[in-house]
């Protein structure tokens, strides 16, 4: 992975591997992008990653880590109304987070460049659906680009900012997981200077979009739309290659699943590769299903340029057989690969070329198939220890609303603590709803950054209905599962400048809560056990919130201060003598650091995985584990 800095070299022409998500923080100074805020959020997170480390080394530059993906787009929105070129990113489910300023913004377009980055999951790999952000380009008419690799990730970005000062709208700009953690060789070009500083100009008549003022803008989006057409259909963006009977249309990262089936296959076909994709180039897609009897159209998840194709071959009355999903050659669910594209191209094609589709069949069996890797909560991980603490204290019985982060792992046995799920923050808000309606008591849990991200308003719910719920903040001190970014209990801001934090405990005292207490997972388990046991009844007796918050650094950052400053705490070790094999440890708490002896069918603790929170000291009934004298 490329160090930050050396994307900040100016160097132009210096060829560096990178990933696409480095691409695009590359990009961003080339583009002479003034403000970029973001909310962190796999596939995209190192975009971020390294803007933070980069921004203090820029000039005239700015970069946040917004407290959700609305407040981002509306900070990166304003900047592009002042008149600079800004940047928002996200994930795929953020963009729904946003899309309130999303739409709005297509109304009253931008003075200065604007592109949204979102990075949808195929196959959902770290998100809880597969959004297929194509649609909002297409419902908020705003103009929208897809790049195939990381090469494009930045050329293609800095024509997107060309192209929202042309049409004076943000540019949607799309990828895939498998195109952000893509590498390819990038080459830098020369970067741009950035104003310091702009003057804004008022004009509230059109930035404004009370509904007299919407009603005027909404033909004006429609307007500046037909213009984008007309340029995509000379966009060097939008390209045909290769000769062939058979057509194929393709974008994103299914290009290359196209090129490289068709090679293997030695299969002569022509392709229309589409960057920009919203919106489409109709006269141009239009030839090319006239050229061709039958046109096979490859992207994943939704029917979207199948769709378009279908509508201008019926209204151009093109006679052409356009395969895709309609037909189930191709699947609307999770990611393609080159043979999901071959087992297609075997189906539709007509040419004579033989395969060896046995040879082919036995080279794929060659490949081993990798052993299955459930996500779990890490070797001392705090919320091992919270969770086994709501376990016991409720024994189970109670309801477990959950949250976006890595506590939902907590739905794994045997902790089995996540039972219901919407997105972040709704873990405090189904509460509300669940305790209305059941007699059973409800315990949400929720991380520090999404307490701060879409918990706030949750709490603010609870306190004014008067709802029953317990909440426990689970702050691990950072944003763990995206990449340890800061928030704002953390103390630091995206330009890597110490701020004094925010006080979760406080924060929810000042918005009502009447029952706020802070506890230390590690400190002790039974003291913990009792804690929320004493929480769950004050709820249920005075029928409000009350809240919990379990703090504890992140195990990961923890080892990492450790091994910084040199420091070899003490292991801990299974007495063998005094272990009974119980497996209490291991069917109750069940860290990954411990595993079974087959032979004496006792635990044993992996000491190159062990982080040394001493949960398991807690657990043991026997106290056999204990940990090696200093």
Sequence with gaps: MAKPKELLEDKPGKEILLLANEAIARGVLEAGVRLVALYPGTPSSEIGNNLTFMAPHIPNFYFEFSTNEKVAMEVAGAAAVAGVRS????????????????????????????????????????????????????????PMMEPADPIEAKSMLLEAYKFSEK??????????????????????????????????????????????VARKRHPWLLGQIDIARKLSEKSPLNFT?????????????????????LSYMKIKAEILKLGIT???????????????????????????????????????????????????????????????VMDALKEVTTCNTPINWEEIDKKVQEIPDLPPRPPLLCAGCPHRATYYAIKAATRGKAIYPSDIGCYTLSIAPPLETA???????????????????????????????????????????????QHRICVVVLDNRTTAMTGHQPHPGTGVTGMQKEVPPLDIAEACKGLGVKYVKTVEPFESIAGLVAEVREMVKWARKNHSPAVLVSIEPCALLTAADRRRAGEFPPKYYVDLEICNACKRCLNRLSCPAMYLDPETEQAVIDETLCNLCGTCVSVCPQGAIKQEDA
């Design 87 to 142: 940047m928002m990113v996200c994930k795929g489910p953020g963009l729904n987070v946003a899309a309130d300023p999303f739409f709005s913004l297509a109304y009253v377009g931008v003075r200065g460049g604007m592109v949204i980055v979102v990075a949808d999951d195929p196959s959902m790999w770290s998100s809880q659906n597969e959004n297929d952000s194509r649609y909002y380009a297409l419902m908020g008419n705003m």
């Design 241 to 261: 290659e290769g000769k062939g009977d058979l057509g194929i249309i393709t974008c994103g990262v299914s290009y290359n699943y196209v090129v490289e089936a």
């Design 419 to 465: 039972d219901i799920l919407f997105d972040m923050g709704s873990s405090i808000t189904t509460a509300c709803g669940l305790a209305e309606v059941t007699d059973q008591d409800v315990v949400a849990t929720i991380g520090d950054s999404t307490f701060f991200a879409s918990g706030l308003p949750g709490i603010v719910n609870a306190v004014y209905n």
């Design 278 to 340: 919203h919106p489409v180039p109709e006269k141009m897609i239009t030839d090319f299903l006239r050229r061709h009897k039958q046109v096979l159209i490859v992207e994943e998840l939704e029917p979207f340029l199948e769709t378009h194709a279908r509508r201008l071959a019926h209204l151009n009355k093109v006679t052409v057989e356009i395969l895709g999903k309609e037909q189930g050659i191709f699947s609307r669910t999770y990611e393609y690969s080159p043979r999901i």
């Design 167 to 212: 049409l004076e709208l943000p540019v949607l700009f799309r990828t895939t997981t498998r195109v952000n953690h893509s590498r390819a060789p990038v080459k830098f070009g020369k970067i741009l200077s950035r104003p310091d500083k702009v003057e804004f100009e008022k004009e509230p008549f059109r930035f404004v979009p009370v509904p007299s």
